[in-house]
């Protein structure tokens, strides 16, 4: 090969391998948004379930709320930039629960919704 053809073909080799890179990356993240949700979908379910049976338990309620926070910070200490950010506001969330208070408890299920959206978008 000539000295411009080689410098030619080290370029599309370069460009190539970024792309690829570029391209597993994304997917990767994809992979991992789709998990990040997952599990703090199955979170606010286990709680969501939590508050079912103990219906007027302040005790039953905090404790849920807690084991809630708990995983989810955990969950959040594996990603992030946004995603991290959206999975520590739930955790938030669960956090204000932690005191059993019960009136409060079904609008914190209706933001549950919320929070799941902003995880989502930060995956997007």
């Known amino acids: ?5 080689r410098r030619l073909a ?3 080799a370069t460009l190539t391998l970024a792309v ?3 391209a597993c990356g994304a997917i990767g993240q994809a992979v ?3 998990t990040a949700a997952s599990e703090a979908s199955k979170i606010a379910t286990e709680w969501s379930s939590a508050m079912a049976s103990a219906a007027t338990d302040k005790d039953a309620l905090g404790k849920a709320s807690k084991t809630a926070a708990d995983k989810t910070k955990e ?4 990603y992030d ?6 999975l520590n506001d739930l955790a938030a969330g669960f956090e204000t629960m932690e005191k059993g208070d019960l009136s409060s408890a079904a609008e914190f299920t209706s933001k549950i919704g919320g929070f799941q959206s902003k995880i989502t978008s930060a995956c997007s």
């Open 1 to 5: 090969m000539t000295p411009p053809r």
């Open 32 to 34: 991992d948004c789709n």
């Open 75 to 78: 969950l959040a200490g594996k």
């Open 81 to 86: 930039g946004d995603v991290a950010a959206a």
């Open 10 to 12: 080290v370029a599309a």
């Open 20 to 22: 690829l890179t570029t």
